[in-house]
């Protein structure tokens, strides 16, 4: 994928980067033990999920990423809505983030991986290009990485027949290297995407690793860390630049996750800044 052939721009926003604005959840799970009944954990909210893709316009953003548990209905109608509502603002459905399961887990994989199934369907109705899953939050040994492998195998042949390609990320226990996330993807021979996350593993080991996953990733959760002199500008220059250095042409998913600005959408607008000028500054340093 190439910087000149990215649809809908460059850039994305993911749900998670505006959970104040939309406030209310709905905790989705495999477990019958847990209720997806809404919750509020920051506040009521101020804005529906069906009014973000004119915000997301209105800011010349072109896509987005929507997770699970942010949808406050799985009725087809209610995903016909928000379908529409994408489709009216010109904005691409990149990825329905699936934010529970464990395909890594001995004794409830099985179970998990049946379940995460289900969000096929859902992310094909909302017109969803990706389905971003998690791979396994079990320590990364050799029989929770096969048991993992297995399952997302499974989903993947699953999901041949619908529009939606199935990636994974560098979270949780289970891929907390490069090791274990290459192993995973040459164990699964492309059937599976790499979604790249720049904020999930630790500094200072984590810029080598990024160098090392990023030239097979497909997308990229762009999360900078923010502290009380704002963003960690150090820390996102050299994220970026292994992005670089590993060739990484494709979009990249604003993650605004802090309470630096009390507007999440001038987080999310300051790390978009952010990126422009490295990209730019590097164009020039070629140019």
Not at 2 to 19: C, D, I, P, Y
Not at 118 to 142: D, Y
Not at 159 to 169: G, K, L, M, P, Y
Not at 230 to 243: I, T
Request: hydrophobic share 35%.
């Amino acid at each position: 994928m190439t910087e000149g052939n990215l649809e809908n721009g460059r850039f994305a926003v993911s749900t998670w980067s505006l959970h104040r604005l939309l406030g209310a959840v709905y905790p989705y799970s495999p477990d019958p033990d847990k209720s997806a009944t809404r919750k509020e954990p920051y506040g009521p909210g101020r804005s529906a999920l069906t009014d973000i893709p004119g915000q997301l316009a209105d800011r010349g953003i072109g896509r987005l990423e929507i997770c699970s548990f942010h949808l406050p209905s799985l009725e087809r109608s209610y995903l016909a809505e928000m379908r529409a509502a994408l489709q009216d603002a010109g904005i691409l459905l990149q990825t329905l983030l699936v934010e529970d399961g464990d395909p890594s887990h001995r004794e409830t994989a099985e179970r998990d991986i049946q379940w995460i199934a289900g969000w096929i369907e859902i992310a094909q109705a909302l017109g969803a290009k990706n389905m971003r899953v998690i791979t396994g939050k079990q320590p990364p040994t050799a029989e929770n990485l096969e048991r993992a492998a297995g399952h997302l195998g499974w989903l993947a042949k699953h999901a041949e027949n619908s529009s939606v390609r199935i990636v994974t990320e560098n979270w949780f226990d289970l891929l907390a290297s490069p090791k274990e996330t290459n192993w995973l993807l040459d164990t699964l021979q492309g059937k599976v995407g790499l979604n790249g996350d720049l904020g999930n593993w630790a500094a200072p080991a984590k810029y080598a690793g990024l160098s090392d996953i990023m030239r097979r990733a497909e997308l990229c959760h762009a999360k900078a860390d923010f502290g009380g002199s704002g963003l960690d500008s150090a820390d996102y220059r050299k994220c970026l630049e292994a992005c670089r250095t590993a060739g990484y042409s494709g979009p990249y998913t604003l993650i605004y996750d802090s309470s630096f600005f009390a507007d999440e959408w001038d987080g999310i607008l300051h790390e978009k800044a952010f990126i422009e000028d490295f990209h730019q500054e590097k164009q020039r340093a070629v140019g």
